[in-house]
Structures are given as C-alpha cells and as structure tokens.
C-alpha cells in the first residue's frame, strides 16, 4: 500500500470508476465539468463488446461510471463522444485498418472521451494535467479507487506513443486502464493508464514489471477535438494572481460581473453565479491569451467602479504575477489585431534591421518572415536598455518614427495604438515620450550618440578565509579608457568592497551607470564567493542591493595557455551549441572531466551537483575552456536544472547576464517565496566580449576586451 498525501485529494475528486454489467472494467479521469478521458478498450468492456473493436460504439449505449471519492453510491452515466474516439491500433496512422488481436500490444490510440448526462457531483473537480517529467514517479489506483491497491512507478521511455514505466511498489492487475498517472510533486496528472505485461517477471526476480501509459502530449495529439485541459493553479505565479484577485475582487458580485465579461471575451460558457476567483482564473489560463484579457477586464471593472486609483499595491501585484505566470504575452486578442492591422500598412520598416535595433546584444537574430512574424516574436522579452518599456513597445515606436519620415498616415495611428496599450500596461506615458526623443533621427550635425556600455572590472584579492578583501576597480568603457580608477591595499569587507563600486559607478561613470557591468575576476579558488548577494546597508532608502540593482557576473583571473585552445573553440561554437548540464554525479572523480571531453563545443554549462562540490566541477569547467557557467548556490536536484534551463530559452548569451539580475530581483521581490531560484544564483561569464591573454595574467594585471 502506498500512503496517500493531503496532494492526493485532487487526483480523487477527479477519480472516476467505469463499470460493467457485474464487475469493475477500469478506469477514468474527470477533465472538465463535463467530460471523462479514459482508455477505448475500457469502453468497450464496460458495454460487453470486444476489448480492441474499433467502431464507435452506438450513440444510444451508455456507460454507467461512478466517482468513489465524491459520491460512491451516485451512479452517473455517460456517452462515448463519436469525434474523439480512437480504438486500439497496431499502427501510427489513425486511418489504418488493421485489427488488433487479443494479447497483442497496439501501442497506437485506445483512447476514448465519454460526455456526462448531467453534471457531476457536488466536490467533483476535473484534474489538472501537466506533461511527463523524466525523473518524477507517479501513483495509480484500481478502479476503485482504493488505496490499498495503488502502485507507484517511474517512467524509463517513451515507446512510440506509450511511456513505459518500471513499478516499484504495488501489484497491476487489470483495472488500472484508464486510470490517471498522478504525479505527486507537481501535483497533476501526467497521462492515463492503457497497459501492462501480465507474464512479465515478477518483482521477486529482481526485475520491475512494465506498466504503459499514455502522455499529455499523445493524448492532445490524437484528440485534437478535446477542448484545453486544465493545468496546476499552482504553477509559478498562479498563487500570488489568486491573491491579488481576492483583494481587487473581495465580493462574489464582482467575481461574476468579472467572470462573465471575460467568458464573453473568450467566447465560453459562463458559470455565472458559480463563479469563483479559482474558476475565474482557471478561464484565464486555458486559452491563448486569457491572462492579458483577464488583466483588461479585471481593470475595467475596477475603472468603472471607481476603485482602480485605491488599489495600486493590489494591482501591482496582479500584474506581476501574471509577467510571471505567462511572460509570453502581454497583448489581449484584440491589441494584438489592431497592431496587425495596422503594420500591414507600414511600408518602410526592414524587419530585420528594427530587429537589430530592439536586440543589440543578439549574438545571432532569429529569421523573420514580416513585421507581424518580427513583432510576436519579441513580444515576451525582457526589456533590457530601458527596464520601464516593454519591448514590444519599443519596436513600435520605432516603425512609427520609420513611417513618419515618409509621410505614412499610420504612423499617428501607431503612435496612438502604443499610447493606448502603455496605459493598460501601467508604463508612464512620460517614459515613452522620453524613449522616442532618445531614438529620434538626430539632423544632421548633431552630435551622435553615447559611447559604449562601460564595465566596472573589480580585480578582488580574498584574505583566507574569505571574509576580508583587498582589490582595485578598473574602468573600460569601450571608447579606449581602460584604467584603474581606485586601489584598496588594506583588507576590507564585503560592505567596504560594494562602497568602493558604488563611487565609481557615481564619479566615473555617471552618465552610464544603470546600463554598466560589474565584474569580478577572481582566481578559480574564490568563484565559490556569494559576490552577487553584496549590498551596502545605508539607511532605508538608500540600501545599494548589488546583484539586484545591476547585472554582477564574476570571471576567472586564472585563464592559461592551456585552457585558450579550448575557450576559442567552444566560443566559436557557441551559436549552435547547447547547454551541457553537470549534475551531482559530476561531482565524482574524472566524471566531469570526460562529460566535459564528449561535448568540446559546449561553451554553457548549467551546474547542479552540491555545494561542497562546486568549486571542483568550476575548475574543471575552466581547465576544459568553458566560459560561462549557471549554477544554484544551494539547490542541485534535477527541478532545479529544469528551471535554470528554461531560464536560458529564447534567450542569447549575451543576455544572460540581465537575465540573472532579473530572476535575482523577482526573488527579492518575493518575500514569501524564500525557494526562489534567483536566491542564490551564480554566473560565471568569460564570455566571447572578453578575450583572456594567451598566458595567466600577472596580480592586478587585467586584460582589456
């Protein structure tokens, strides 16, 4: 028996039982509040027919089906939904007439979606669903839902559309098919139960008995009919956006004056006065585009009530839940159909050189087929030179300025349209009238533009053991100034070391200071130093947070001879190459090193393995000529490799420096959140901006880009 935990309770007011004429047949799951997923050929137990028939079975037949943990003594019925049934096959083809013989595996389809008569019982709740994560075991039940018969598995593979998963715990007899996979850590379910090899070896041998399910991903490929499943409200953000509803909507009336504007928006059944802020925000969720349509309509409820003045904290925090609860996109349908409209009028606009415009820093621009193709790509980044205008915004300002000096109409009705969604986006409108000063074409004998973006090159000299400091800040600034600006020879603390920063930034690079670049060279002993959690404590205003307030990367001061070679090639590479990630079993003699050896050109690492093993595997890293290095101070399972992998999606790795200063920021951010990965993370950049010298350089000696 497998113990049930408080995160089970969901999967059992989703759990459903399909019955036959006399016994159990197997299984299902409730996805909405009126349809069931379960497994055809348990259909077609539950009706006495033949377990692989392939025909729909008739409209009129109904299957009886029952939800123990709800209501075990409510008989339900149901109908087998004609357009998404997909019977047991032999082949990939759902057009393929081949018949499936009993006691062979069809590994193909066997999945069917049965539509309640009536809606389900009170305390019923249709299951959140996510994709299958390698390393993540997951429960099942019998069909009755008992737990004494649950087994637990973990998934070894994907076999053509089937996971096959090893049991480690519990006996599978039939009447597991159609059962949900539930995944206990992320709390979803993950797919569905279809099969298992009853003459396998049994567990005694030393061999774990296979068990088959079908994904999320299979299952929306082969119902591409079945409408959008609900997923974890407590995914990354979904909490603190059902908070900050609950404040702006604190009454039931507004909840469904809410509900129903957005259902309406969305073209979807409302659930008047069952509305909830769960059900309001689980609308949102579902479609493309739903949470900057529930922002809209949350706003112009709050505009019309006259409370949208008194609830800035509020709202504030709405909206940054929902950056990070879906940061691509921003625009509601109907914003982005004006945009559209209205660029397909623009005329002298280069998408690719307005890409290279809003993305400086790209070491490679992606291929755009369009304006329109150019605009929905940026639409999620991360602003970067001017943090309070959403990218997207920038690029539009910039067609406005090119159509404007042709004479194009549009461009009063694009620099309206930018005016019009900085409002709903809360970004100043003083800000964006600044932003097209700034970029506006300069006549001619004006004097040109700013020199490049400085770095503050703090050389830093640790006292053993660690907690005292000697160093020298240099300042390069791109326009040949390459100098050292200030010398500490006594030792110092962190604090005094971060006072040293802040003058320079203040007396030497005043006029550039929020877009310079700190960084730390120190030798490959000390890249275990926390340098990006530093601050100098001032008053209450005056709190200098270093590695939140701007982007800190340390560098290694011990590149050599031997290590050149390595960083040249993997640099070059560094376009197409991907990540390479060192997990905790790199933490064992010669491990790293031979990971390191079979992928030569990857010039990113993301590193997970323990604290006490990291300064090990970073000197590895450098000796092999690696880079740049992402790693979590702390954290070093696998979720956590996942999370700083998604970090470094659609992103270049030029940006990766903001990137981490972002996610440093939203972690401070986020008081109540102490877990946050931009808690403790690191990065080390010897990127392709700097070239280190041919051999190890001499103290204070720092080697200009």
């Known amino acids: 028996m497998i113990p049930s935990t408080h995160s089970d309770a969901v999967l059992r007011r989703s759990f459903v039982s399909v019955h036959g004429q006399d016994e159990l047949v197997g299984a299902a799951v409730l996805i909405s509040d009126s349809l069931i997923l379960t497994c055809a050929h348990v259909v077609n137990s539950a009706l006495g ?64 979606v049965l539509r309640l008569a009536e809606p389900p ?116 953000g979904g909490q603190r956006m059902l908070a900050a509803l609950e404040r702006l909507l604190p009454g039931a009336e507004a909840v469904v004056k809410c509900e129903e504007r957005l259902s309406a928006k969305l073209l979807r059944e409302s659930a008047r006065r069952a509305s909830d802020h769960y059900k309001l925000l689980a609308l949102a969720l579902g479609v493309r585009r739903g949470v900057p349509e529930l922002l809209a309509v949350v706003r112009e409820y709050l505009v019309d009530t006259g409370a949208f003045g008194i609830s800035g904290e509020a709202w504030d925090g709405l909206t940054r839940a929902a950056r990070t609860l879906s940061p691509s996109e921003t625009l509601t349908a109907q914003q982005r159909r004006d945009l559209v409209g209205l660029l397909a009028q623009c005329r002298n606009t280069d998408p690719g050189n307005l890409l290279r415009d809003v993305l400086p820093y790209a070491e490679a621009l992606p291929l755009v087929s369009g304006l329109v193709d150019m605009t929905d790509l940026i639409e999620g980044y991360d602003p970067s030179a001017h943090p309070l205008i959403p990218l997207l915004l920038q690029a539009v300002v910039r067609i406005g300025l090119a159509e404007h000096s042709v004479g194009n109409p549009v461009a009063d009705d694009l620099d309206a349209w930018v005016g019009r969604v900085a409002r709903r986006l809360d970004v100043p409108e003083a800000a964006v009238d600044q932003f097209r000063e700034d970029i506006r074409p300069k006549p001619r004998g004006h004097p040109t533009g700013a020199a490049a973006t400085p770095r503050i ?40 070391v971060v006072e040293g920063v802040r003058a320079v930034l203040r007396n030497e690079v005043s006029e550039h200071a929020d877009q310079a ?52 090639r993997r640099t070059k590479a560094l376009p197409l190459s991907r990540p390479l990630v060192l997990d905790q079993r790199s933490a064992r003699p010669g491990v790293a090193q031979a990971q390191l050896e079979a992928v030569p050109d990857a010039g990113v690492v993301i590193m997970c393995c323990e604290q006490q093993h990291q300064n090990q595997v970073l000197r590895q890293c450098l000796q092999a000529g690696v880079h740049t290095v992402l790693w979590h101070r702390q954290d070093h399972d696998t979720e956590t490799a996942k999370r700083l992998l998604d970090l ?58």
């Open 49 to 112: 027919r033949a377990r692989f028939d392939a025909s729909a079975p008739p409209t009129g037949n109904v299957v009886r089906l029952r939800m123990p943990h709800v209501a075990r003594d409510q008989e339900l019925v149901a109908r087998v939904d004609q357009k998404m049934w997909r019977p047991p096959r032999a082949h990939a083809s759902r057009h393929s007439d081949a018949t499936v013989t009993a006691g062979r595996f069809p590994y193909f389809g066997d999945l069917a």
């Open 121 to 236: 019982p009170h305390g019923a709740e249709p299951a959140p669903f996510l994709p299958e994560r390698d390393g993540h075991d997951v429960i099942a039940m019998w069909a009755s839902g008992n737990t004494a018969t649950t087994v637990r598995a973990l998934p070894r593979a994907v076999a053509d559309s089937w996971i096959v998963l090893d049991v480690a715990a519990g006996d599978v007899h039939p009447g597991f098919s159609g059962g949900p996979l539930w995944d206990r850590s992320r709390e979803a379910v993950v797919g569905i139960v279809v099969a298992t090899h009853l003459d396998a070896p049994n567990r005694s041998s030393g061999t774990a008995r296979p068990l088959y399910g079908i994904g999320l991903p299979t299952i929306e490929a082969e119902l591409p009919d079945l409408p959008p499943v609900q997923v974890p409200t407590a995914g990354h």
């Open 457 to 496: 090159q703090v050389e830093l000299l640790p006292v053993p053991p660690g907690q005292r400091f000697t160093y020298q800040i240099w300042v390069c600034d791109g326009a040949g100034r390459h100098e050292v600006v200030l010398v500490q020879d006594s030792e110092v603390s962190s604090g005094e």
């Open 517 to 568: 670049l700190v960084e730390f060279f120190v030798e490959p002993l000390w890249l275990r130093l926390d340098v990006d959690t530093w601050h100098l404590r001032g008053n209450e205003d005056d709190d200098f947070f270093l590695g939140v307030m701007r982007r800190v990367v340390l560098r290694s001061s011990g590149r050599t001879r031997d290590t050149y070679a390595g960083w040249k």
């Open 648 to 705: 470094m999606q659609g992103i270049s790795h030029t940006d990766l420096p903001e990137t981490v200063r972002l996610e440093r920021a939203r972690a401070l951010a986020d008081p109540d959140c102490p877990t946050h990965h931009g808690r403790r993370l690191s990065l080390l950049y010897d990127g392709p901006d700097y070239r280190p010298p041919p051999f190890a350089p001499d103290a204070w000696a720092l080697t200009q880009p």
